[in-house]
């Protein structure tokens, strides 16, 4: 056998090639193709544009495209402009031939998107005409109960994993078939752009009244689902409780029953939940503990060790007061290191005017990092109501929602109490163990009674917040609309706000898809890490019955 040199290996390889690439002109030149230049071996024409590029919005939060296929080209490619100015990038190839293509957004940020479809060969790439979105309610995603019942309440909480790919809502006034509010929590798993049912989650033991998923918490996974009953009496009456319910193979199972360690009536232990990331620590609010002084308030810290949850410390403010409800709300960040604690009952500066505590883990115990006010803190705006812990734990919401300056925006006049219980937004961040107000932030249409600041959640780095304003009164549909008819009383609204560099900026204001007055649409929020899906609850929505709520995905 002759022995073959590598160079003689090479150069037969890349003759080869280049009579590969002349065949393949030869080719397109056959499909209509016109050359490039007469006698140019391996060369020739781009493809035509695609024609007929169809964008039509369609559940849940899907843009469906479709066009007409060309001849010559190797792939296709989707470009879009997310704002205007921003410029085209690709956001998917696809193989020759394609002629359609679902491309699943983030809805608030998509109003005046602009997409290019591209025929694409070695000579190069053919753009389509730009095509735009002008209706964006029928990609608005609508979740309800199977049966709904009325006053259940269906998405008065509702969580959303870390990896977006579980969604629980609860229901806390729901009805069983013996106890009456007793609760439920409802589970859905994504499947694509579409969100289906995978378990309806009750107590082992409800009671009348109990409410359980008045508060829920998911870890990042989603495998671990801790739900409020802060109503149960488990040692006495009203103590509460939190029920933790774990996944495996997809079915969901009661791991634990968490209680205070002694008990006292009327704690409402679970009205608040927070779960680092990996599920093993758990933050547990009790505003109604009153082991030091009426309603002072409690937060309990939970950590799990295989299936065994233990309690691991009792937190309370430095100087506890009567009716402070310190543990009113809790955020604990991703690693569980950093806890963030709203009293928003204390009279630090002012009857009611509130302030939030941050807790740091030192390796060993919970140590205050800092007690927070509001920059213009008043009697009765209830600072610290909500808040909201970056899952990095270096940026920190707090809501106010009976703040009551007529500003707009962010960074408004402050100073001036012209639309009481218009609600605001206060953002911190940390260096260090330094926590420093950045920006002060109202809606873009203060208007009194809005309660804005009524739900909070962010993205995983912190740079997305979304805002809600549980009572605000336009009767608008979707996203942007026309927020100046009044004609919906406290039906509800959700603001977007982005960050860029230390700059917030509000993006979108979001509306219920079937806007009605009363529905309480912004009760509650929760958003993906990549903060490109938000959860909003409307627990008054009239979905198939009086009060039965709803879920819309963003």
């Known amino acids: 056998m002759k022995s073959v040199s590598p160079f003689y290996q090479l150069a037969k390889a890349s003759l080869n090639v280049g009579l590969l690439a002349v065949m393949g002109g030869l080719v397109a030149c056959a499909d209509g193709g016109g050359g490039i230049g007469a006698g140019s071996r391996g060369s020739f024409a781009r493809p035509a544009a695609p024609l007929n590029v169809i964008l039509t919005p369609t559940a849940i939060k899907t843009f469906h495209?479709?066009?007409?296929?060309?001849?010559?080209?190797?792939?296709?490619?989707?470009?879009?402009?997310?704002?205007?100015?921003?410029?085209?990038?690709?956001?998917?190839?696809?193989?020759?031939?394609?002629?359609?293509?679902?491309?699943i957004v983030f809805l608030p940020l998509r109003v005046n998107a602009q997409y290019i479809v591209q025929a694409c060969n070695s000579a190069g790439c053919t753009d389509s005409a730009p095509v735009s979105v002008s209706d964006l309610l029928p990609a608005v995603g609508h979740l309800?109960?199977?049966?709904?019942?009325?006053?259940?309440?269906?998405?008065?909480?509702?969580?959303?994993?870390?990896?977006?790919?579980?969604?629980?809502?609860?229901?806390?006034?729901?009805?069983?078939?013996?106890?009456?509010?007793?609760?439920?929590?409802?589970?859905?798993?994504?499947?694509?752009?579409?969100?289906?049912?995978?378990?309806?989650?009750?107590?082992?033991?409800?009671?009348?009244?109990?409410?359980?998923?008045?508060?829920?918490?998911?870890?990042?996974?989603?495998?671990?689902?801790?739900?409020?009953?802060?109503?149960?009496?488990?040692?006495?009456?009203?103590?509460?409780?939190?029920?933790?319910f774990v996944r495996a193979g997809g079915v969901w199972t009661e791991q634990a029953v968490l209680t205070a360690a002694t008990p006292e009536a009327d704690e409402q232990f679970g009205t608040s939940l927070s779960l680092s990331a990996d599920g093993h620590t758990l933050a547990v609010g009790a505003p109604r503990n009153g082991v030091v002084a009426p309603d002072s308030g409690a937060t309990y810290l939970f950590s799990r060790a295989g299936s065994i949850w233990t309690q691991q410390t009792v937190l309370k403010a430095g100087t506890p007061a009567a009716g402070d409800q310190f543990g009113t709300i809790v955020s604990l960040s991703a690693d569980?290191?950093?806890?963030?604690?709203?009293?928003?009952?204390?009279?630090?500066?002012?009857?009611?005017?509130?302030?939030?505590?941050?807790?740091?883990?030192?390796?060993?115990?919970?140590?205050?990092?800092?007690?927070?006010?509001?920059?213009?803190?008043?009697?009765?705006?209830?600072?610290?109501?909500?808040?909201?812990?970056?899952?990095?734990?270096?940026?920190?919401?707090?809501?106010?929602?009976?703040?009551?300056?007529?500003?707009?925006?962010?960074?408004?006049?402050?100073?001036?109490?012209?639309?009481?219980?218009?609600?605001?937004?206060?953002?911190f961040t940390r260096s260090g163990g330094t926590w420093t107000q950045q920006a002060y932030v109202k809606a873009s249409n203060t208007e009194?009674?809005?309660?804005?600041?009524?739900?909070?959640?962010?993205?995983?780095?912190?740079?997305?917040?979304?805002?809600?304003?549980?009572?605000?009164?336009?009767?608008?549909?979707?996203?942007?609309?026309?927020?100046?008819?009044?004609?919906?009383?406290?039906?509800?609204?959700?603001?977007?706000?982005?960050?860029?560099?230390?700059?917030?900026?509000?993006?979108?204001?979001?509306?219920?898809?079937?806007?009605?007055?009363?529905?309480?649409?912004?009760?509650?929020?929760?958003?993906?890490?990549?903060?490109?899906?938000?959860?909003?609850?409307?627990p008054l929505a009239d979905s198939g019955a009086f009060d039965s709520g709803a879920a819309f995905l963003y």
């Open 65 to 103: 495209f479709t066009w007409e296929d060309v001849t010559g080209e190797t792939e296709y490619r989707l470009l879009e402009e997310p704002v205007p100015g921003a410029g085209f990038s690709t956001i998917a190839s696809l193989p020759a031939d394609t002629t359609d293509y679902d491309h």
């Open 144 to 244: 309800t109960t199977p049966m709904s019942q009325a006053g259940a309440f269906f998405g008065f909480s509702v969580a959303l994993s870390g990896d977006s790919q579980t969604l629980a809502v609860g229901a806390p006034l729901e009805d069983s078939a013996v106890f009456d509010d007793s609760g439920a929590v409802y589970v859905f798993v994504r499947n694509g752009s579409n969100w289906n049912p995978q378990a309806e989650l009750r107590a082992s033991s409800p009671g009348t009244s109990d409410w359980l998923g008045f508060s829920l918490a998911l870890s990042e996974d989603g495998n671990t689902l801790a739900v409020g009953v802060p109503l149960a009496d488990h040692g006495a009456i009203d103590s509460g409780a939190v029920r933790v």
């Open 336 to 427: 569980g290191r950093t806890l963030a604690v709203g009293a928003p009952f204390t009279d630090s500066a002012g009857l009611d005017a509130g302030v939030v505590h941050v807790f740091a883990f030192d390796g060993s115990s919970w140590i205050q990092e800092s007690i927070l006010l509001a920059s213009n803190a008043e009697s009765n705006d209830q600072f610290g109501l909500r808040v909201a812990l970056s899952p990095d734990g270096q940026t920190l919401a707090v809501g106010a929602p009976f703040e009551d300056s007529a500003a707009l925006g962010v960074n408004g006049d402050q100073n001036n109490n012209l639309a009481p219980d218009s609600g605001a937004v206060y953002l």
């Open 448 to 538: 009194a009674d809005d309660w804005f600041g009524a739900a909070l959640a962010f993205s995983a780095d912190g740079s997305t917040l979304a805002v809600g304003a549980l009572q605000e009164d336009s009767r608008a549909l979707g996203i942007n609309g026309d927020w100046t008819d009044n004609g919906a009383i406290d039906s509800g609204a959700v603001y977007v706000f982005t960050r860029i560099g230390n700059s917030w900026t509000q993006q979108a204001y979001v509306k219920a898809s079937n806007t009605e007055a009363g529905d309480w649409f912004g009760v509650s929020l929760s958003l993906s890490a990549d903060g490109h899906t938000l959860i909003v609850g409307a």
